[in-house]
């Protein structure tokens, strides 16, 4: 790492833009600082998370997530840059298979709750969709690669699995659904 930030405020946003990873200014109503700051807040997101109580293994997937979400934020702020690979979107795919065989087959659509960790879960797993249809946008505009947006998928998919896997560890049970419950 070459700078240190020992300012934190620069001042050099005031106007209402802010530095991309190569140096290009742009409005901070940029489709690509929209983009980046979706992906921040998924990240913060999981780090809420992370404060509960969860399996090790669980835990140790989610900072490993928290790593990879930094790379692909440094992948958004800097155009042409390429830190999210496929061999990572295989790993999401790889864990999500495995923590959902563990799991019983849903037979019904289930509600975001149960335990408070599997709540946060289905918060954070809401606000990557969220990242995800930003970084579609931004690739209508922009080249993008596919990987980052490949990687907010399988991302979304893991955090559903996991909300079922933290309802399962709590004591807790899948909250299903009832159609027309108060019809």
């Known amino acids: 790492m070459g700078h240190r930030l020992s300012k934190i405020y620069t001042r050099t946003g005031d106007a209402g833009t802010t ?3 190569n140096g290009n200014r742009v409005s901070k109503n940029s489709l690509r600082i929209h983009t980046l700051g979706e992906v921040d807040e998924a990240n913060a997101a999981i780090g809420v998370l992370l404060c509960e109580e969860m399996p090790d293994e ?3 997937l989610l900072v490993n997530v928290q ?3 930094f790379d692909l934020g440094g992948e958004v702020c800097i155009p042409g840059m390429e830190m999210i690979t496929a061999k990572q979107v295989q790993h999401l795919e790889d864990e999500l298979d495995r923590f ?3 799991l019983e087959p849903l037979k019904d659509f289930i ?9 946060i879960c289905h918060q954070a797993r809401t606000i990557c969709r969220r ?3 930003m970084i579609v946008a931004l690739g209508q505009e922009e080249a993008v690669n596919d990987a980052p947006r490949q990687y907010l998928n399988r991302l979304s998919d893991l955090l559903f699995v996991l909300g079922r896997v933290l309802n399962r ?3 807790q049970g899948d909250v299903l659904w ?3 419950k108060n019809a």
Not at 111 to 119: E, K, M, Q, V
Request: glycine share 20%; charged share 30%; net charge positive.
């Open 169 to 171: 560890a709590g004591g």
């Open 67 to 69: 790593h990879d979400l």
């Open 111 to 119: 509600l975001p709750g149960g335990t408070r960790a599997a709540a």
């Open 100 to 102: 959902n065989d563990d």
């Open 58 to 60: 669980v835990r140790q």
């Open 178 to 180: 009832q159609k027309r």
């Open 19 to 21: 530095g991309l990873g």
């Open 131 to 133: 990242a995800e249809r």
